[in-house]
Structure formats: C-alpha cells, structure tokens
C-alpha cells in the first residue's frame, strides 16, 4: 500500500500512477486527514486490499505534497553508516547518536527549498514511519509497530550546526525546509527485504550519495529498540535513520547546495524526493 497527500487529502496511490481519495472511496469510514491513518494502518491495509480496481483514477505524481503532515514527534540518527562514520572522522558509535528534526522543518516531496545560508548540504536518508504505539519494543519485533517507509531530505547547515563547543544538530537540521519527507509511504509489506533497501540523492543529476540501507551500525529493528526503551514512540512519529557516505562537507574541496540547484533524492521500491533550491527572499 502506497500513501500519498494531494491537496491536503489522503490518497491511496499504486505505483502504476493511479489512485483514490481515501475518504471519498471509503465513504468516510477513513479521515481525510493523511496523519490521522497511521494509528489505523491495519485497518486501512485491510480496505486498501479490497479495493476495486476500477474505483481508481489516474493521479499525477508532481501534486503530491508531504504525506505525513504532523508527526508528534522526529527522532534522527547521526552517523549510522560506516562509510559516513568514516569520512565524518568519527568511530562508529556504540548507541545509536539521537537528536530531533522539529516537525516544523518538514515538506513535501515537489517543493522548493528556500535557502539563505552559505553551507547548506544535502543527506539522503531513509524515514521510518510509525503505526503502533512503541514502548520497550525488542528488535525482533520491532519491524511490527512500523506503517511503512519514505525516502527523506536531513538538509544540514553545516556551520550551524558547528558553531559552539558542542555540536547543534537539532538547529542546523531544522531550518524552514530542512525536511523534506515523500513522495508517498510505502507500507513494509510491500518490500522484500526492508533492511537492505537502494538511497541516493543527485545535485543538478551528478550523483552525490548511493549506498544500502545494509550498511547501517543500527539496523531499523535496533533503533527502535533504543529509542523505545527511552521515551514512547507514537503512531505517525517519524525516524530519519542516518545518512550514508558522499556529504558536501567532507569533499575536496567542500560543495554546498546553492539556488538554482535541484535536489533529488530516492529510496529503492519508494520514489524521488525533487526539490528545487531557490534563494529566500528578504522579508
Ligand atoms: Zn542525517
């Protein structure tokens, strides 16, 4: 099952470019409102499979805006990839390196990122999407109490974010625009193998990150475990889990994003995040 948000509604998508209001089709029964699905997901799941084919329409996909408007919560991920870990002059972590996105940070899978700072960069990223409530959750079964999958944006000012002693992650990776999370949610049924999923992003088409989800230190299970063992996870929250090797900061020389630059983003078996980089206006 494939989510999706177009004007401001909840549609039900196939990967074959056609979809379904999920209200109308479901004569009320599911909200309108793309976040209020998660904590039903099963249900949901359920309807979604039972659907006729011919009470879907044809849906085009440069409409789709952000499919999980208002998560309660943001848990992101610092250095999850060995390779990224590596290039960054870190050690590998012994627990996972947790700081939030604020959900204010967050946008849609089409729009324009306006930027006005020097060091901005980019960090594709895959973002777990939250269905049950999760409290002490072992690994072994943590895959259970996730909706599904999105590919997402963790945009980074890197001087921010270094300014001070002590690095300001949650500052630097929450400015307006900083989080862009689509183009649908892909329920995890719908993958094979969901820890070992295919992510890159491209700047202007030049591929910039290409990994697998495999070579993260914390799998998808175990940071759940971690984050569930500290405060409760909630329907609709979202985990960015850590970005793979191939950052702007760490290149010879270092390469920031600029206006006029296009930020695409993909995750195997979800789609591509296209984001345009504009330069903000004075106010
Ligand atoms: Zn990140």
């Not at 793309?34 to 879907?56: E, H, K, S």
């Not at 805006?65 to 309660?72: A, G, Q």
């Not at 990994?211 to 929250?237: A, M, Q």
């Amino acid at each position: 099952m494939r989510i999706a948000c177009i004007g401001g509604r909840a549609w039900l998508v196939t990967a074959s470019g056609k979809g379904a209001d999920i209200e109308q089709a479901s004569d009320g029964r599911f909200s309108a409102d793309p976040q209020a699905l998660f904590g039903c997901w099963g249900d949901l799941r359920a309807w979604a499979a039972g659907l006729a084919d011919d009470a879907l329409e044809p849906v085009d996909a440069s409409l789709f805006e952000l499919p999980v408007p208002r998560p309660r919560q943001i848990f992101a991920i610092g250095a999850n990839y060995r390779a990224h870990a590596a290039e960054a002059g870190v050690a590998p972590p012994e627990q996972p390196v947790i700081f939030t996105k604020f959900p204010s940070c967050l946008t849609g899978p089409n729009d324009a990122v306006a930027i006005r700072h020097e060091r901005v960069d980019w960090e594709v990223e895959l973002v777990v999407v939250m269905a049950r409530e999760a409290r002490d959750v072992p690994a072994a079964d943590a895959w259970d109490y996730v909706a599904g999958l999105a590919a997402g944006q963790d945009i980074s000012e890197r001087a921010i974010q270094r300014l001070g002693p002590m690095p300001q992650f949650s500052m630097a990776k929450s400015l307006p625009g900083f989080g862009p999370v689509g183009p649908v949610v892909v329920s995890v049924d719908e993958f094979a193998n969901p820890d070992d999923l295919e992510l890159g992003c491209a700047v202007n088409g030049e591929t910039m990150q290409r990994s697998r989800t495999s070579d993260f230190i914390f799998p998808v299970g175990e940071l759940i475990e971690y984050i569930s063992h500290l405060v409760p996870i909630y329907p609709g929250d979202l985990i960015f889990t850590g970005t793979p090797e191939g950052v702007g900061a760490t290149r010879q020389p270092p390469v920031f994003l600029k206006p006029g630059d296009v930020l695409a983003t993909w995750v195997e078996g979800i789609g591509t995040l296209t984001n345009p980089i504009t330069k903000e206006q004075a106010q």
